[in-house]
């Protein structure tokens, strides 16, 4: 009985179980490497989208009063930008001097506001200037460049007071008076004979059918310069034909539907033969007739 009484009293003894029994020590799951990643991109959204938030902020404080002012910067921006220089590249014989005086630019001109068009039109109301070209190049130039016009023939024009002068045509049949012709070139032009001059409000009107008198006039300095340089006149007076006058022989008849290469290679033999021959000068010589070619001392 007493040790019955003595177990009883030790269960009595010993304190029950509470949830303050149980350890509250839980170790964390560990987090995946991929999770890792998705939290860390997404603070650095977050940040680059704070920073960007911001930045528009401070430029819209920086800039508010300048946007306000932009009309009157802008302004004196544009004032601020003379012209320093004035580039000016041709192809021909215009010298810049000439070029710069019918351009016609103020000292004070200001880039931004001088009128390239009007420009480019005072240029091409020259006779001589086949196309014009003018732009701006930033910060204080301006660009001009002038493609002339090349002569092939010259032509005798009257002016309304009844005085002569030289008019030129070129392989397109844009007649023109030149401004500065170099006389070396203009002195050795054959004359045009055989056509009739036109007045059109910006001068003359172009003359047709020049075609095959330019190409007669390429195909004799390129291979035959020697007998080119002898030409005086070139004449269309009769269809189908171009009629040649030069010195040593009164007339060539070329055959405007013929190969001029051919025709002149012929040409060239018959004169090299008559002076062989002692004829030194020919009256008439006619290619049209192909092998036959009559010659008239």
Do not use: C
Request: charged share 30%; proline share 4%; net charge negative.
């Amino acid at each position: 009985m007493a040790a019955q009484k003595t177990k009883t009293a030790t269960r009595r003894k010993r304190k029950a179980n509470t949830w303050k029994d149980i350890d509250q020590s839980v170790k964390p799951k560990a987090m995946s490497s991929a999770s890792e990643r998705r939290v860390w991109l997404g603070r650095a959204k977050f940040a680059a989208v704070a920073l960007f938030v911001g930045a528009i902020a401070a430029g819209g404080i920086y800039l508010a009063p300048k946007l306000e002012a932009g009309p009157e910067l802008l302004t004196k921006a544009g004032e601020s930008m003379p012209i320093v220089l004035i580039d000016v590249q041709t192809d021909g014989s215009l010298d810049h001097s000439f070029i710069l005086e019918r351009l016609g630019i103020e000292e004070d001109a200001n880039l931004l506001s001088i009128d390239l068009d009007l420009l480019k039109e005072k240029l091409e109301a020259i006779g001589q200037v086949k196309e014009a070209v003018v732009s701006r190049r930033f910060p204080d130039a301006l660009e001009v460049s002038v493609s002339e016009r090349n002569p092939i023939v010259r032509l005798i024009g009257v002016r309304p007071n009844g005085e002569k002068l030289d008019l030129f045509a070129d392989e397109e049949g844009v007649v023109f008076e030149a401004e500065q012709l170099d006389p070396n070139i203009a002195g050795k032009l054959p004359y045009l004979a055989g056509v009739g001059l036109s007045k059109a409000a910006d001068g003359y009107a172009p003359i047709g059918d020049i075609d095959a008198v330019a190409k007669l006039l390429s195909d004799a300095q390129a291979i035959a310069q020697h007998l080119y340089a002898r030409w005086r006149v070139i004449s269309l007076e009769h269809e189908g034909r171009i009629i040649v006058k030069a010195v040593g022989t009164r007339e060539i008849h070329f055959d405007r539907n013929m190969d001029f290469r051919d025709q002149l290679g012929r040409l060239d033999y018959i004169i090299d033969y008559a002076r062989s021959v002692g004829h030194p000068s020919l009256k008439r010589v006619d290619l049209t007739l192909e092998d036959q070619v009559p010659v008239t001392l």
